[in-house]
């Protein structure tokens, strides 16, 4: 593998994308489990979103499409625990 094929990858991102997407995926949970495994994920995965989008921005902007998903799933996950998810549902 050559040094530009290996300079293009972003495994940051992936992560935040693959927490971020368990995150959401697990929120729905009733009785707080889905809170607390969901919530926890989303908030592990918006760390992974912030060090990803600094590592992407570094290297002119290779590897944001997972980051932006990672966003958008945690965003979403944020806004469904605010209105109930994980607790009531």
């Known amino acids: ?27 729905p949970i009733p009785l707080f489990i889905g809170l607390i495994l969901g919530g926890g994920l989303s908030l ?4 992974l979103v ?3 989008l ?6 002119s ?5 997972p980051v932006v998903f990672a ?5 979403l996950t944020w806004g469904g625990i605010s209105i109930g998810g994980g607790t009531i549902w």
């Open 1 to 27: 593998m050559s040094n530009a094929a290996a300079r293009t990858r972003n495994p940051t991102a992936w992560a935040a994308f693959w927490v971020g997407l368990a995150g959401l995926v697990l929120m």
């Open 44 to 47: 592990v995965a918006a760390v």
């Open 50 to 52: 912030v060090i990803a």
């Open 54 to 59: 600094l590592k992407g921005l570094a290297r």
């Open 61 to 65: 902007g290779k590897g944001i499409a």
């Open 71 to 75: 966003a958008i799933f945690v965003l």
